[in-house]
């Protein structure tokens, strides 16, 4: 199935501009290529595209211009056998200053040799390049994201990272390194894409596209993915998800890990093995970024004091809890509520 994109969305593409490239409000035009692969995600895509299409509307100009494409010009079924047209060949599609890779499912077999040597000249020509899903696999695979941090979904995080040295997967929802932009999938590419607008046109006009969109809030680039337990260390684990089930179980009120280890059944030392072994960590470490991660949705979404979040996250004193919080995110809990202020007072101020 063939889904045309017609009226508003193709006529934002081409309307209020010149050969210069210039917005109808005459300041430089922001122009995004999409470039679908065979299976790619079509949330992921529809995540990235709307933004735009919204700062368009409510910037009151045509503030960027987008083309979906493809290196034979032939429309690209998505993962949910639907196609996008237009689509334009990538030898056709003009000047870019950013080229997002559209991954999804099977993608190491829905690139090719020629798909490669287009990211390479692209990346020779300083065009910014990006991906949404698991297009990080091709630019890794085009050797754009050397020495780069970047994102990927969750599922694929373990088999590039072996595959890629010299590449920083992170577990963040999206990822803003240099001139390369990567969006794990899912709703994480909206997110990037409103991140990308409040750099270039400011704070308010992404609160506004978001409130079109009925978002709660814009997550930051520090945001993680929530990676399911059992996708990180297999069905065969039981004790480690058994455990991990009793720390979030005793978020307020700290279980001991000798305690852990008896209710499950190991030794201390059996399950501090199990835990470097699988997650990397020690089990204390996993145990306290599990409470910072919760202390950080109550600081974002309730108005609990930071002393109430402390203890019912089960930290003895504030300055422990904010040095550890610091530690983890960047910044102290107070930081994190200023940033939620500075957002919704911003949201206040639409018309």
Known sequence: MVMRVTGRLQGTMKSGTDTAGASRGGGE???????????Y????????VEPLRMANR???????????????GAAMRASNGLAVEPTVAAAEAGPLDMLFVCGGVDIAQSYDDATLAYLRRLARRKVKLGALCT??????????LDFYRCAIHWENISAVRDQFPDVDFTNELFVIDRDRYTASGGTAPLDLMLNLIADRNGPDLAVAISEEFVLERIRAPLDQQRIPLLARVGAGQQKIIDAAQLMEAHVDERLSLDAIAKRIGLSRRQ???????????????????????????????????????TVSCGFQSAAHFSSCYKDLFGHPPSAERRLAGRAGAAQKRQP
């Open 58 to 72: 409510l910037g009151g100009e045509t503030i960027c211009r987008w083309t979906t494409l493809s290196l034979s």
């Open 271 to 309: 399950l501090e093995r199990l835990f470097r072994q699988h997650l990397d960590r020690h089990p204390g470490r996993y145990y306290r970024e599990l409470r910072l991660n919760r202390a950080r949705q109550l600081l974002q979404q309730t108005n609990m004091s930071v002393m109430a979040i």
């Open 135 to 144: 297009g990080s696999y091709v630019l890794a695979r085009a050797g754009l």
């Open 41 to 48: 995600s079509m949330i992921a895509f529809s995540n990235a």
């Open 29 to 39: 035009m922001f122009r995004v290529g999409f470039l679908t692969l065979p299976n």
